[in-house]
């Protein structure tokens, strides 16, 4: 019975319905990727604004952090208005996805206004 | 009457099932690989200077002495199941109690329990100091790799069911772990077309692994696929040891004379166990392999021999 629990047991975890001594919840892909959003920023003409270029990077692998991983609308934000002195229009638009537990959560757009420096 | 009469046979049709006898190379091999995989799992945190109390220390070189005797096979069969006991405690001393995130992954309770099981069954008959200290049978009863097997299937049924669910199967999920790991918050346009089959593919595949690992038909090109698989997990994702424990508890599966055929087809027999497969080469048709006379040369003396 002990060795019966030892290999369902497992089981039981993974389906999250219970607690066993002998068999602790698993942490399998639950917990990964669950704190990083998804951006799209574009200018007013709908066209996409590189987020990259002014930090002196090609793409995502040698960017800074900050302007790779976007976890919160704040941060997102932010990130729009360091934007605005490369860009030659007056708004930078914000779309962002943050994870939720049915996939990615509601699309949040906003435009953000580049007369205001980003210190506000 | 009746209905008991089948109960019974049924039981006994699984108790045979489960006690299956044959050569126990194949258990040798898991129980030098299981040992190489744990160090490397959860070797680095065991270190000394990363110790905070004293049950570190203690847990620490319990399973290093313990993990050592495992692999090279000394008291192979008991060193095996004081590995596991101690990386059944690690796992919740660390994982539990410390709260340490990489010590208490689904693979670190599979590691566990596959090392207890493998202590089930006689893992230290081959490629051991034990063979080296005495002459031992060439086969055991072999129930442990059964539930070791068991314990695969289960991980991938309950994989499975556990991204049976709309965030997985609509690639939100497979996205958000890109995210992560690659892209950050600017997901390239072509992630959100293949995200979705490839998390469909990927949850139908695990539950055919569940079950179709069982079939013998179907095990050598599952098999392939299977390794195709863990070995995309382990290049794209940092899955840690769980891609090369899961294919290397594949041995499981496999039938034990095929694994015996192998081993001796290597010559690994010959050189550490002292074993003369020819005669189990001849009755497998073994010389399709090619290297049956070979093994048969390098056949230790008659002594050596059971």
């Not at chain 2, 410390?98 to 329990?113: N, P």
């Not at chain 2, 009755?283 to 090619?290: F, H, M, P």
Request: glycine share 10%; with cysteine; charged share 15%.
């Amino acid at each position: 019975m002990l060795l019966g629990l030892m290999v369902t047991g497992p089981a039981w975890s993974a389906t999250g319905r219970g607690r066993l001594a002998i068999s602790p919840p698993w942490q399998m892909f639950s917990a990964v990727g669950r704190s990083h959003c998804r951006l799209e920023l574009t200018d007013s003409a709908g066209q996409p604004v590189d987020r990259y270029g002014p930090y002196d990077a090609v793409g995502w692998w040698d960017a800074p952090e900050e302007v790779t991983w976007i976890s919160t609308p704040e941060h997102a934000r932010a990130l729009a208005h360091s934007l605005c002195p490369s860009t030659e229009t007056s708004t930078v638009e914000l779309t962002l996805q943050c994870p939720a537990p049915s996939g990615w959560g509601p699309a949040m757009h906003e435009s953000v206004t580049c007369s205001i420096s980003p210190g506000g | 009457m009746g209905a008991r009469d089948a109960r019974e046979r049924h039981l006994q049709h699984l108790t045979g099932w489960l006690n299956r006898v044959g050569p126990t190379e194949g258990a040798s091999l898991l129980r030098i690989a299981l040992a190489l995989i744990a160090w490397a799992q959860v070797g680095d945190r065991l270190s000394l200077a990363h110790a905070r109390d004293g049950w570190d220390v203690v847990l620490a070189i319990a399973f290093y002495c313990a993990s050592s005797c495992m692999l090279v096979g000394w008291r192979g069969r008991l060193a095996a199941g004081a590995t596991g006991l101690a990386l059944v405690a690690i796992y919740h001393h660390f994982g539990e109690v410390h709260g340490i995130e990489a010590l208490h992954r689904h693979q670190s309770w599979l590691l566990a329990s596959t090392v207890l099981c493998l202590s089930l069954s006689p893992c230290h008959q081959h490629l051991s100091l034990d063979r080296r200290r005495q002459p031992l049978p060439l086969d055991g009863n072999l129930w442990g790799l059964r539930l070791i097997a068991l314990q695969l299937s289960v991980v991938y049924l309950f994989g499975a069911i556990d991204k049976t669910n709309p965030a997985f199967l609509s690639g939100a999920r497979l996205e958000q772990i890109f995210a992560e790991h690659y892209f950050g918050a600017a997901l390239p346009e072509w992630l959100s077309y293949v995200s979705a089959p490839v998390s469909v593919g990927i949850t139908i595949f695990e539950y055919v692994l569940a079950i179709g690992l069982w079939v013998p038909r179907l095990r050598r090109p599952l098999m392939m696929l299977g390794i195709t698989m863990h070995a995309c997990f382990f290049l794209l994702l940092p899955v840690s040891t769980f891609s090369i424990l899961s294919v290397v508890l594949y041995l499981a599966y496999l039938e034990p004379v095929s694994v015996s055929i192998v081993c001796a087809s290597f010559g690994i027999n010959a050189r550490f166990g002292g074993v003369d497969r020819s005669g189990l080469l001849r009755a497998a048709g073994g010389t399709s392999l090619g290297r049956g006379e070979g093994t048969s040369a390098c056949a230790p003396p008659a002594s050596a021999q059971r």
